[in-house]
């Protein structure tokens, strides 16, 4: 019989910018090289899922990184 292996949530930041094509581009800082793309906020979204499972399954469990963000914060300055 397999031994039924938990599996763990984890939480990244995921960044979404508009680009000029109209959808959006998202960008995980935590997970180096991994980006993605949807035509509105909601499909951006669900790729985003996506391909942060997948990046995560690529990895031995022990080389799967812990978020080193904080969050996104805006900041303001005076120009």
Not at 15 to 35: A, C, D, M, Q, Y
Request: glycine share 8%; aromatic share 8%.
């Amino acid at each position: 019989m397999k031994k039924r292996v938990e599996k763990q949530i984890r939480e990244y930041t995921a960044i979404f910018e508009k680009n000029e094509l109209g959808g959006f581009t998202v960008t995980v800082p935590s997970l180096h090289g991994l980006v993605t793309q949807g035509d509105n906020l909601e499909n951006a979204y669900a790729m985003a899922k996506e391909a942060i499972e997948c990046y995560l399954e690529g990895l031995p469990p022990r080389e799967i990184p812990e978020e080193n963000t904080f969050g996104s914060f805006k900041v303001a300055v005076a120009i």
